[in-house]
């Protein structure tokens, strides 16, 4: 009986062996099968977005002979010349006046206000109080540069 029993144990220990290798390759079926399916699905999509890319750049090349065609000069003189224009001639040219930059020669209130205006602006920025240090290096400047 005893040689029956540690004929078992001995044949347990091989099963459980088994079992465990079993277990453990299924286990790197079932990680390989996922990473594989990843990548797949991966290359799946990498597929799509280069079918996505090329239908891009070439509605893209479409869209810049189209406006290579609206530009083209004959075809824009073509178009002006259909909605009734043309270049300007010399008795239909209209003379521009431009409104002088000087507020005061504008004329009128409007220019006697803005130039008031302008006028107000300029003194407050040269009657900002300055600060005696900085007066004494200016006049020792000015005397320098003059010669005094």
């Known amino acids: 009986m005893k040689a029956l029993a540690l004929g078992l144990v001995a044949r347990g220990g091989t099963v459980a ?16 099968l996922s990473v594989s ?8 999509r990498i597929d799509r977005l280069h079918h996505v890319r ?3 750049l070439e509605s893209r090349a479409e869209a810049l002979v189209a406006y290579a065609r609206a530009t083209d000069p004959r075809v824009l003189e073509h178009r002006a010349a259909a909605l009734g224009l043309g270049p ?7 003379a521009l006046r431009v409104a002088p930059s000087d507020p005061a020669e504008a004329g ?30 200016a006049a020792a400047g000015v ?5 005094d």
């Open 17 to 32: 062996g088994l079992i465990l290798a079993a277990a453990v390759l299924t286990l790197a079926g079932l990680v390989w």
């Open 37 to 44: 399916s990843s990548l797949i699905a991966a290359g799946a």
């Open 54 to 56: 090329a239908t891009l």
């Open 88 to 94: 300007v001639v010399p008795d239909g040219a209209l």
């Open 108 to 137: 009128g209130a409007l220019g006697a206000l803005r130039s008031r205006r302008l006028a107000v602006r300029r003194e407050s920025r040269t009657a900002a109080p300055s600060s005696a240090p900085l007066s004494r290096v």
């Open 143 to 147: 005397a320098a540069v003059s010669g």
